[in-house]
């Protein structure tokens, strides 16, 4: 998923290449080892957090899902139809992604490094990278069922066209790789575990209130904060796609700024990942 | 000759000095002064030995194994490591050495086998090796029947060799191992000197482990470093060390109530005592120990008398006589 980010974070992450041969003999000094590749580490890392899921994951999924159902049903109440709706639905949609990729991921990397579990990773030859990006896809990627349970429910509920809805393949993605990379960047720079907690819970509010409140009504410093948070732009994209003939160079262009606050939030997160692992 | 043992040292330390700052108090909580966790360290790891580092709680043993992992940056001194500068190449470590680390958290919500075979693939093992050399370890350490459960769900015991499996998949010329048998039964124990020793025999693999077991570090270890506030403030063989303690003998008395002071060889024995409740320890030389021990149990004495024991010094001995500071040593675990 995260595949765009991951090929512009590559080149910083594995830069080093002088040194990736395995050396030896010259001057005396034992051969090393070969370094784990980005891509298939970073499969591996895919693989292993995915695996989570079954153990630690599926609830915390349901509550995502079912919190955005909610939050549609309790708006069925006071919106009826037009722009406001397709806020509604579209905020609540993005929503699930901010809860897993952004308030998990936060806490999950500000407990793995409280509790010293990052030496684990910075003890294997596996380039940072891989690590960051293999955590971020995988959280990503347990919001897509949540994430379209709730697109096609609110859709349902509101009497949306649920023509365009393919475009969530694009908006999970690519919002969840901005919020993967920032839940990751704050939980991996939070001086302490419970502020990367608190930083991923805010973070999650704020893309509840600005992203499900419909921004007609909102005053303008709020409005400006609207537009600094990424998860924005993929709540944006997915109410476009309600219209009955979407103007798709404005949702690209909103999926562009989802995709490019994805890569910087990544690269800063490999960034504190490196920080993080050797002090 | 000196060549040959210069070939022959995997590892050298050489001035190492760690300090961490001293923490600002907050909200009540007291600060905390500035630590020097490694304070001018010299160390050689040859080939294919047991290396132990011994201390307890605190001396600065886990903030030594994380600058020769890589993980640390010292503020001072030389790490080399198989030839390879580990101060200015900290990333080198990870594809020299194998780590078992004391904490499980990266790897507790995997399955065994997922996180032996996920460790491998980050060691930069293909998918077909890290499969095969994760089933072979898995068998190696008893650890197959149990492959497919959580980490979390284990005892703490399984938990820790499930993860030195982990650290032995992929080869590594030097094993790492901070208290690997922490928490585990004597069968587990086992298994893990057993694999230790294999690869020791068929690879010449180099072991540094870091315990505060004494008992363990007498009969695994070829040769241990004491740490003592980030000192070693000796090095050698453990028998070696034992001879530093002479002849002496470790007498232990557990008196039923109260220490009967009434009678006057058990109160000339009372300065020598180190007392913790009931229990009296006392080291001596050996005819003073038979008069002690004749006295406690021929006497009047005797009726208060619970128990005794006679031992030989034990390294837990050695660190005392060192000057260790802990009372009773009690950051030394003797089962």
Known sequence: MSAVSAEAVTPGAVRSGSDSRPRSGGDGAAPLAPRAKLLPALAAVYRAQLSRARVARI?????????????????????????????????????????????LLAQYFGQLRASGGLDHYATLPVPPAAVVLGAAA????????????????????????????????????????ALAGLGAALGLLAPRQELATLCGQLGMSAALLLGVLPAAHM?????????????????????????????????????????????????????AYRRAAVR | MKEAAAAATVCTVRGLVKTYPAARGRRGAPGTDAVRASDGIDLEVRRGEIFGLLGPNGAGKSTLVRQLTGLLRPDEGSVELLGHDLVRHPERAARLVGYLGQESTALDELTVALAAETTGRLRGLSLRAARAERDAVLDELGLAPIAGRPLKKLSGGQRRLACFAAALVGDRPVLVLDEPTAGMDPVARRAVWAAVDRRRAEHGTTVLLVTHNVIEAETVLDRVAVLERGRIIACDTPAGLKELVGDEVRVELVWRAEAPLHVPEVAALRDAAQAAGRRWTLRLAPAEARAAVAAVTGGPAFAALDDFTLTTPSLEDVYLALGGRAEGAEGLVKA
Request: charged share 10%; with cysteine; hydrophobic share 60%.
């Open chain 1, 59 to 103: 609830p915390l999924l349901f509550v995502a899902t079912f919190q955005s159902v909610g939050i549609m049903i309790m708006m069925r109440g006071v919106v009826d139809g037009g722009d406001e709706a397709r806020a509604v639905v579209a905020g609540s949609s993005v929503l699930v992604v901010a809860f897993v990729a952004l308030n």
């Open chain 1, 138 to 177: 995988a959280y990503a990627s347990f919001t897509v069922p949540g994430t379209a349970v709730t697109a096609v429910v609110g859709s349902a509920l509101f009497g949306l066209p649920m023509a365009h809805l393919w475009v969530l393949a694009a908006v999970v993605p690519l919002s969840g790789a």
């Open chain 1, 219 to 271: 005053p303008a410093p709020i409005a400006y904060a609207r537009d600094l948070l990424p998860s924005t732009y993929g709540v944006e994209a997915l109410a476009r796609s309600f219209d009955a003939r979407p103007d798709w160079a404005v949702v690209a262009a909103d999926l562009g700024v989802c995709a490019a606050v994805g890569v910087v939030s990544l690269a800063v997160a490999t960034w």
